[in-house]
Structures are given as C-alpha cells and as structure tokens.
C-alpha cells in the first residue's frame, strides 16, 4: 500500500473554537522506500496567528498574507493522499483539523478525509513499543538515534521527513533513506558471475584481553544510559 507521513501547522491546539491549519506537510513512501514524491503548502488561515504559536513554528501572519486558501488547494491535496494510508504521530489532533477545514467548505464534496484514506497514529504504535515513557517526535529520535538537530523550530515537511525515519526505525529498523532515488524494480545493467571457492583457509579467532573487555562493558553501561535499556552484547 502507498504510505504518506503527515504533519500539519496550526494557529492553535481546537479548531472548534477557530484554530485553522497554516501548514501541510507530506511525504510519500512505497515498499519502504521514500520516493520523493512529496506534498507541501503553507495556507492563510483567514485569522491571525497568535504570539504562542509562531513561538512554536515560526509562521507569521505577514508570512501567510499572500498564502492560499484551504478552499483553493483542498483538491489537490486529497487527491495526493486519497487511497493511501497516512502515518500521523497523534492523529486525532491532525485529523481533526483536516476535517474541520473540509468541514468549513461552502460545498464539501470530500466528506471527511477518513473516507480516503486510512489512519494509522505512530504515536500508539510508539506507546505500545515503548509503555511508560516520553514518544514524543524528539523523545524517539534521541531513543532510536536519529538525527534531529535541524529542528529547531517545528516544520510540517521537515516533521513529515523526521516521523519517516521514526516509523521505519520501530517498524523493522529498515530506513532505506540511502536508497531512495533506486527504484524497488530497477534492473542493474552489470552482468554477474559465479565465483567457486575450492579452498578456505581456517578463521584465526582473535580473543578480546582484559583491557579491551573492560572497555566494552564501560561502552555498554554509557549506551544503557542513553537508551534507557538494559544492553548485554
């Protein structure tokens, strides 16, 4: 199944009392394999934007000014994720505010996006994986140690990329960022050949000493630490 990571930016925490999406951000993902086939738009919100959300992301009112309405995008962004499943970390929230705007069309030919699309909410996944503790987007990158450092300030796209590499890491720990640009399919134009080995010669085992022992368990106790886990390898 096609697979899309979404995020969304927004002026508030309700859109029952007036908060509206300002970002959507989206990310596409076949076979496990990003494809860069990516969704992104900024949209005014007709209403301002309060000082405590641009804290968070940084988007502006004079920013969003010239930006368009959801009402002028809304078909090509249900026609990017119609039949895939989205990937959402806290989905109820984003959800919300997606059917709240289709909702404030003047002719809603769309229904709600549940009936698209199906939802699956990383963040459950996350709790289920990881009970009693913090899953939060920077919470899992430090966890499954993923670099994070170019979020300073919360991105719909840029959270999207994160949350891919969130997903595919408690998933299977397959990222296949690396090999994003090669087609699942794609042929290799190199030939092969069959190389027989006749004759091997006999693995020298090299024993750790007790120098190297020791510092191994002090590496493991530093990677307890950091991971919060109890490493006996």
């Not at 549940?114 to 503790?133: M, N, V």
């Amino acid at each position: 199944m096609r697979q899309i990571l979404l995020d969304t930016e927004t002026t508030g925490f309700d859109p029952h009392n007036g908060d509206r999406i300002i970002e959507i951000g989206a990310v596409e993902m076949k076979e496990r394999r990003l494809t860069q086939n990516n969704y992104h738009q900024y949209i005014f919100p007709e209403r301002s934007v309060p000082q405590d959300a641009i804290d968070v992301h940084g988007i502006t009112d004079d920013f969003l000014k010239d930006k368009p309405l959801f009402s002028e995008i809304v078909d090509e962004f249900m026609a990017y994720i119609k039949g895939a499943e989205l990937i959402i970390h806290n989905a109820p929230f984003d959800v919300g505010f997606i059917n709240n705007e289709l909702a404030l069309l003047p002719n809603n030919k769309w229904g709600k996006i549940e009936d698209h699309c199906t939802i699956t909410d990383s963040l459950k996944l996350a709790r289920k994986a990881y009970p009693g503790q913090r899953n939060s987007l920077d919470a899992l990158c430090k966890r499954l140690y993923i670099d994070n450092s170019n979020r300073t300030l919360h991105g719909a796209l840029l959270d999207s990329e994160i949350l891919a590499d969130v997903y595919l890491s408690m998933t299977g720990g397959q990222t296949a960022l690396m090999l994003q640009n090669q087609p699942s399919a794609q042929k290799s134009n190199h030939s092969t050949q069959t190389i027989k080995i006749t004759k091997r010669a006999p693995l020298k085992i090299i024993y750790a000493n007790a120098q190297e022992q020791e510092a191994h368990q002090q590496k493991l106790s530093e990677l307890t630490k950091a991971s919060g886990k109890n490493l006996n390898w």
